[in-house]
Every structure is written in C-alpha cells, then in structure tokens.
C-alpha cells in the first residue's frame, strides 16, 4: 500500500503540463475569526446536497473510490449533507454529463472532477449554472472565477522557493528542466514567480533524454566555454613557448579559479538516473554546490525519486504534521493510511461543510480573507479562481529530508 501511495503521488506531480493534473492535499472547521483562517473537519450538519465528480468507472476508477471515501469521511455519519455522487468515466464528455445532472438537482456545491480536461469541459456549464467548483485537478491554467484547481501546483512551489531564496540573497535564478510537460511547467512557474519578485528573468535550458542532451545543455548553461576557455588559452599559449618559464606560467595560469557562473540558484526537475547523471555532470562544468543552491520538485521527498543525488538542495510541500488528524481518521475508518490524493477530496468536503451551514453568500464565504487550515496546511481560495498555499521548504539531507523554514500560517504572512 505504501508503494502505491507513493506512485500516485509521483504520478500526481509529475504530471503538471499533462490531461491528468492532480496533486495535493489539505483537509481541516469552526470560525477562528473574520480574518484568520478556518480549520476544516469533518464536525457540524447540513442539510443540503452537494455533488462530487469522480471516474467511478473506467481506467482511474481506483482514483475516484480512494476520493470518494475520503470525502465521505469528511462528511461524516452524522444529519449531514448527502454527498450526490455522479460518475465521469474519466472522460470530459462523462464529467459535462454529470454536472449537467448536478445543475438539474439542485446541488450546491460542486468537487471534482480529477483531472485539468474533465474541468475545462465542467467550468462553463457551471459556471452559468453560478454553482462554484473545487477541482481535483492542479492545473492552474483551469483557474476563473468560480473554479478553483485545488492540487498542488508548480506555480505554488516555486514561488515558495523563489522567496526563501530571496530571503537568503540569492536572486539570480536560472534552470536545467526536460523537455517534457512538467519541465515546461516547472519553467512557466520560475519565470512567474522571478517577476513576481521584481527579480531578473531566469536563464533555462530543456533537454532531451539521455546523457549527451543533459551534457550539453549543462555546458552551455554554465557558459563553460567562456568562463574557461579565457583561462585554457593562457595556459596553452604558455605551453606553445616551449620554455621552462613557459611551463612555469602555464602552471600558475592554470591554478586561476574559474570565474562562478551567472546564477546562485537552479531548478532541476528530473528524478531517477537523469538527476543523478545532472548531479554528476554539474561540477564537471564548474557549477560548486556550495555556491548556487538546487531547487526542484516537491516529489523529490520520497528517496526513490533520485533526490540522495542532490544532498542540500530544497523543495517546497505542505508541513507533514498538519495531515496527522486525517491519516489517523482515515485508517482508523479504512484500515490503511489515506493516499496523498485523498486530501484533496477530504479538505474539498470539509470547506463544502462550511458553505452548507452557512446561510450567506457562498463566494463570499470560499474567498474570506483568512482562507482554510486543513490537512496540507493553510491555503486561501482567491476570486479570480487562483488558490494561495502556506508551504514549508524542505532540505534534502542524508537521513531524509528537514524543514528549514516552516509553513506560513495564515495570509498575513509577506510576499505569499
């Protein structure tokens, strides 16, 4: 069970630029105030519906049933809202069916679907159905107002690890990425979040598969030849003399420190054997770790990702304490720990459980200013479909990885 958890949350965050958008977790209820957050859980009634999209059927049925199960569990046994569960099939035709069938019920609310496909088919029909919608999928280009993609973004973690670079002085920012749809994800949000932050425009390379494309785009990210090449000339002609003076000043020319290179920070994005062949590769192009601070992908948590090759480097995720209430209800409930994916659908049911007992405006109420706390910790729902999150950043370290600087709790904190 643990390897399938893992390979859901992998498959959820890697698939960034792909139909299957979904990563994430969160989950929390009672009003702390009119601006602070409110800490979501499956407490309170209601007595009105709200709908859930989910593939019940077809090749992510496995997905749907471990969501579905998570939102019941929010929901809880009590007088509570009855949970209207419509199937999608996996499909955008199947997911503008079952919210035509939501429209047609009266449902309030709508969660899901799961992936960014299935949400741009839903968006419009809600949309003028004015029944807002809090996506599985963590796509934010499904981002308007009404819908909110509520998995975990890129855009999320490198804005985060954007600042608490910042936060340390480094501003040059510059990335090595495949050439895939999470790469060009990865590369979107690091161009954002550097001119979100008044900062210079990144530097970023793609490369394909294999080790001669990584090599070469780590050359000529490093700007090896000019760095080096400088030096390399002087010790060449020296050589040429043919002299001992000339042997002499070839040696000492050779002893010249390389000149560092443009950026103090760099995005990586692969796993497996390519991060270990980058890792490899990056000194021999004069990049000195001790100099330029690695970022990447929240995936590289888990050591099967090839993280161990990248001691020291960060990447930001939610603060792993703030799931313990829902890993313990969940396999008190179900027997087995909840998958990563469970806490989008459990802190979807629970911030549905506010608006249910509310009697106000619902748009109003999912875009309070204080946002929610819940099993991923704290994240606000903005008007124009954008969902903020309160992540820590993590350091990559021999015994697992460390939180070096926690997890904002509220939106009151700085440049989040």
Known sequence: MRQRALFLLIFALTCSGCD?????????????????PTPLGPNGQATQTVAILLPMTGSHSDLGQVLLQAAQLAMGTDAGPALDVLDTG??????????????????????????????ASVAPIA?????P???FTNDASQ????????????????????????????????ALLPGSDF????????????????LAAPTIKMHPPGMASITASARDLSDYADRRGPIEAKVKAARALGT????????????????????DVLLLADTGDALQEIAAILPYYDIDRSAVQIIGPALWADPSSGSGAVHGAWFAAPDRSARSTLEQDYTAKYAF????????????????????RSRGNDSAILTQPGGFVGSDGWFTLSPDGQVRRGLAVYRIEQGGPEMIDPAPQSAATPSL
Do not use: H
Request: charged share 15%.
């Open 20 to 36: 299957f958008q979904n990563s994430g977790r969160y989950g929390g209820f009672y009003q702390s105030g009119a601006n602070g």
């Open 90 to 119: 996996g499909t955008p035709a199947g997911a503008a069916k079952a919210i035509q069938a939501a429209v047609a019920k009266g449902d309030r609310l709508i969660l899901g679907p799961l992936t960014s496909s299935e949400t």
């Open 183 to 198: 790469g060009r994800a990865m590369a979107a949000a690091l161009t954002k979040a550097t001119a979100a932050t008044g």
């Open 133 to 135: 919608v809090l996506a």
């Open 143 to 174: 981002s308007q107002p009404g819908i909110w993609p509520l998995g975990i973004s890129p855009n999320q973690q490198i804005q985060r690890l954007v600042i608490a670079a910042q936060a340390q002085g480094r501003t040059q920012f510059a």
């Open 337 to 356: 720990p909840p998958p990563p994916l469970a806490d989008l659908a459990y802190d979807a049911a629970s911030v549905a459980k506010v608006i249910l």
């Open 244 to 263: 001992s003076e000339g042997r002499r000043e070839a040696q000492e020319v050779s002893k010249t420190p390389i000149p560092p290179p443009t950026f």
């Open 127 to 131: 949309r003028s159905a004015g029944i």
